[in-house]
Nanobody, 113 residues
Framework: QVQLVESGGGLVQAGGSLRLSCVGS????????MGWYRQAPGKQRELVAI?????STNYADSVKGRFTISRDNAKSTLQMNSLKPEDTAIYYC?????????WGQGTQVTVSS
């Protein structure tokens, strides 16, 4: 099993930046993919960005050009620039591998207009 812990959320004004970090522990050797999802109040959880073992990435259209995902072994970072009020949500770290899948507890990101 893999345990994930996020950090770096907070309150920022529109146009600002935040950096989220996620650190995995446990069976980290078996991680194939890490990523970030978010869930805004009253909405379904949605994909933000994913990074695979080979370094390939996928982004939601709404964050392309503003967010950048990176990964170093069992640590994933989401750099968020040019933040908008609609980016306000709880952000969850996600990992998948031979153990199945794991989620972090979430970190709140609030963007004020």
């Amino acid at each position: 099993q893999v345990q994930l812990v996020e950090s770096g959320g907070g309150l920022v004004q529109a146009g600002g930046s935040l950096r989220l970090s996620c650190v995995g522990s446990g069976s980290i050797f078996s991680i194939n993919r890490m990523g970030w999802y978010r869930q805004a109040p009253g909405k379904q959880r949605e994909l933000v960005a994913i990074i695979n073992n080979g370094g390939s990435t996928n982004y939601a259209d709404s964050v392309k050009g503003r967010f950048t995902i990176s990964r170093d072994n069992a640590k994933s970072t989401l750099q968020m620039n040019s933040l908008k009020p609609e980016d306000t949500a709880i952000y969850y770290c996600y990992a998948v591998g031979y153990f199945g899948s794991s989620w972090g507890q979430g970190t709140q990101v609030t963007v004020s207009s």
